[in-house]
């Protein structure tokens, strides 16, 4: 079975500074999708990036890109020139499509906090 | 498009009581998912539906059921209530097929066991 780990629970940042969020997954497919979302206060997921693992090249979507290493099995997410409107808790999630089933498999989030 | 609804937006249920959570989406897509998110957890499948007429459990199913008789509705059915229920409910949708990769989520429902 896949698992999804985010190993830092809470991280902080200086508005305007960059911060990388980490997480690592398990799994023996070879083709699959990875995601980062965010969730702000009023609970509504928003998609943020996505990374194709057959693709070698790091997904970039203006101020947010990964670091997608997939022989360890990383999936990073880095924030470039924070802003208040950042702040809000993160999930990485990985989606799985075994016999065409697509299931997600969540993290269990890292809460940023952006400081003025 | 409206996308995903979900009703209610808020339920206190009392232990033993029963309800049913709506799910509606209204852009024809194929698979269907229910998950639930605790206090500062992630969130974890329930059940999930590739189609009409078709479901299958998530992880963590038990005190749940389901039913998926169109394309546009996947209600959660909650039986004999307990406090362990209590957690914020998302119903996520998707097209389907390798370039479909996008969840679209419903706003959550709220659900108190007390």
């Known amino acids: 079975a896949q698992t999804v780990t985010q190993s830092q629970p809470e991280m902080s940042v200086q508005e305007a500074e960059t911060v990388t969020l980490s997480c690592t997954y398990d799994?023996?497919?070879?083709?699959?999708?990875l995601f980062w979302y965010k969730q702000p206060p009023s609970r509504q997921m928003i998609l943020v990036i996505r990374q194709e693992a057959y693709k070698q090249q790091n997904a970039t979507e203006n101020r947010f890109s990964v670091n997608f290493q997939k022989a360890a099995k990383s999936f990073s997410l880095k924030i470039s020139d924070s802003q208040l409107g950042d702040a809000a808790m993160y999930f990485c999630?990985?989606?799985?499509?075994?016999?065409?089933?697509?299931?997600?498999?969540f993290g269990t989030g890292t809460r940023l906090k952006v400081l003025a | 498009n409206a996308g995903v609804t979900q009703t209610p937006k808020f339920r206190i249920l009392k232990i033993g009581q029963s309800m049913t959570l709506q799910c509606t989406q209204d852009?024809?897509?194929?698979?269907m998912y229910w998950y639930r998110q605790d206090p500062g957890m992630g969130l974890k499948l329930i059940y999930y539906s590739v189609g009409a007429g078709i479901t299958d459990k998530g992880e963590v199913p038990n005190g749940y059921n389901v039913s998926r008789s169109t394309t546009e509705d996947f209600p959660l059915r909650l039986e004999l209530a307990a406090p362990s229920q209590t957690s914020v409910y998302f119903c996520a949708s998707i097209k389907g097929g390798t370039a479909s990769y996008e969840q679209y989520f419903g706003p959550g429902t709220r659900l108190t066991v007390t």
């Open positions: 852009m024809n897509h194929n698979y």
């Open positions: 799994t023996s497919e070879s083709d699959y999708y």
């Open positions: 999630a990985y989606r799985t499509s075994t016999s065409g089933t697509y299931k997600y498999i």
